[in-house]
Nanobody, 115 residues
């Protein structure tokens, strides 16, 4: 059983920064495409950023230039650095590990941005 545990969320003022972390158990991490998603109250879940097992990245247009996803295969971890936070970034942020054979989710970490 694979577990994904997110951390690093919190309450921050607009313009601030946060670094979210996701630690994965199990041996599939380095084979997985890792992603960060978010879901704001009353809205659908959306993809924020994704990083392939070879390190290629892709971002949602709404976060391009402010968010940076990275991974450390030695630590079975993926990170999301969020700069210039906006109130619109307020959401639960969820870590995802997937391939053609599996799709795992973490429990999420809350990010709240005050204006």
């Amino acid at each position: 059983q694979v577990q994904l545990v997110e951390s690093g969320g919190g309450l921050v003022q607009a313009g601030g920064s946060l670094r979210l972390s996701c630690a994965a158990s199990g041996s599939i991490f380095r084979l997985s495409t890792m992603g960060w998603y978010r879901r704001a109250p009353g809205k659908q879940r959306e993809l924020v950023a994704v990083i392939s097992n070879s390190g290629g990245t892709n971002y949602a247009d709404s976060v391009e230039g402010r968010f940076t996803i990275s991974r450390d295969n030695a630590k079975n971890s993926v990170y999301l650095l969020i700069n210039s936070l906006k109130p619109g970034d307020t959401a639960g942020y969820y870590c995802n590990a997937q391939s053609g054979l599996w799709d795992y989710w973490g429990q999420g970490t809350q990010v709240t941005v005050s204006s």
